[in-house]
């Protein structure tokens, strides 16, 4: 990471959909029995949109292309290895996502057990165009990066 210009000791992660899911599989990582890395390896998330729980989707559509065995499902989904950690964490979703996208950012904001350090925000958005405001200057997903960004400094 240091060769490419950025600082390994303030990581800080976003994604949506898949990606939002991906970062949150991060955030629970055992980075100091796994890879010998210190517990805080990862200084914030930004996860809009996730998939926190993958078991409904061996019900879905999509099952016929990821072909998720219930073992694999269970091992893949954040919510099932949420592990205890101070990082501070955004979920966000689209305010017309549909409903299990909502349902998964209520059932990860529990399994934090967090309710006063987590950010929970219903951007006015559908699913894809809830990115414009991570890329707008005036953002509310923007703001919530660059503040993350800036309290993982200290």
């Known amino acids: 990471m240091a060769r490419y210009g950025g600082d390994p000791e303030r990581i800080s992660l976003s994604g949506h959909s898949a990606g939002g899911h991906l970062a949150m599989e991060l955030l629970f990582t055992d980075w100091v029995g796994s890879y010998g890395l210190p517990e805080d390896v990862i200084k914030s ?26 073992s694999d499902a269970v091992r893949l989904s954040p919510l099932l290895h949420v592990r205890p950690t101070e990082v501070p964490v955004t979920l966000a979703v689209a ?4 409903a299990g996208f909502h349902d998964q ?25 809830i990115l414009d ?12 990066v660059l503040t993350h960004m800036v309290h993982a400094r200290t």
């Not at 950010?119 to 165009?129: E, I, K, M």
């Open 133 to 144: 405001a991570l890329v707008r200057p005036d953002g509310t997903l923007l703001k919530h």
């Open 45 to 70: 998330v930004l996860s809009i949109s996730g998939l926190y729980d993958l078991r409904p989707l061996r019900a879905s559509y999509v099952q016929s292309h990821l072909d998720l065995s219930e």
């Open 95 to 98: 305010s017309n996502d549909p």
């Open 105 to 129: 950012l209520d059932d990860m904001v529990k399994a934090l057990c967090r309710p006063t350090s987590e950010q929970v925000l219903h951007v006015p958005a559908d699913h894809l165009s």
